[in-house]
């Protein structure tokens, strides 16, 4: 579960950069985001060296150089952005972007492999296609991805009080988006829920706790968040907009965490 989430916050926070206002925001919150991203990716790395899962040549080789690629485009962001420094072009949308998908293919054949929690249990109360597996694990990585770069950009307008409003409103504007078609999706995933057939393999208090911080906590919590810092943002009030950003992190963490936990043990891509 833990190489799932990094690689696909690794992922989410490379293509947050590469679809944000790359110009307007500046070199050093560019090198800040790759840094953060880069020791992502390494430690993704590190956990499957330390612990290596058994998945099938195609799966292990997705993750190895999906993650590899991820490293690579990843810190020759970090060069390249060091020598363009305050002259940042558009072609640097590259490296995250490449980063990026190769990052989130990588999370994907993770969250498909064969789970040893799954494979001890008994036969899934539902079955959930695959594609729908890759589906919340994409969606996630874009929840926290956004989230992320959102709130670290939100502290440059804490020392740079001049700057335009342009990159925050972007970013603002993604992750509204993306909590948006997070809740639809949780909607529709959530439906096999509520049939007669259902039954949870675990303790059904423990259960429902899971299901709870994951629809109230990481969908609709962060949902009323989102809104309340597009009103901030729109005001330009951004250190206002920074502290929501804060607990949506937290709440984001939680939720995704708790998703990927049903996934494990549930087979349910909420």
Request: aromatic share 10%.
């Amino acid at each position: 579960m833990l190489p799932t989430f990094l690689a696909q916050f690794a992922g989410g926070c490379y293509l947050a950069v590469s679809v944000s206002a790359m110009r307007e925001s500046g070199w050093r919150y560019l090198r800040l985001m790759a840094v953060v991203s880069l020791v992502l990716t390494l430690l993704a790395l590190a956990v499957l060296l330390r612990d290596p899962l058994s998945m099938s040549g195609l799966s292990r080789a997705c993750v190895q150089y999906g993650l590899g690629i991820a490293v690579v485009f990843g810190a020759a962001w970090l060069f390249v952005n060091a020598a363009q420094s305050e002259r940042v072009t558009a072609g640097q949308r590259l490296f995250p972007a490449v980063a990026g998908i190769s990052a989130m293919v990588a999370a994907v054949a993770l969250c498909l492999r064969p789970d040893n929690i799954l494979g001890s249990a008994a036969a899934a109360p539902i079955a959930i296609p695959q594609i729908a597996k890759a589906v919340t694990t994409l969606l996630g990585g874009a929840m926290l991805g956004s989230v992320t770069a959102s709130m670290l950009l939100g502290h440059r307008y804490l020392t740079d009080t001049d700057m335009s409003i342009i990159p925050l409103r972007r970013l603002a504007r993604i992750y509204l988006g993306v909590v948006a078609i997070r809740f639809v999706w949780l909607a529709l995933a959530s439906l096999p829920l509520w049939s007669s057939g259902f039954h949870p393999r675990g303790e059904y208090t423990w259960f429902w706790l899971m299901v709870t911080i994951r629809g109230g906590v990481g969908v609709l919590c962060t949902g009323i968040f989102a809104w309340m810092v597009w009103d901030c943002v729109k005001r330009r009030a951004t250190q206002s907009a920074t502290a929501i950003f804060y607990l949506s992190m937290i709440f984001v963490f939680l939720g995704e965490l708790s998703g990927q936990y049903l996934t494990r043990t549930e087979s349910l891509a909420l």
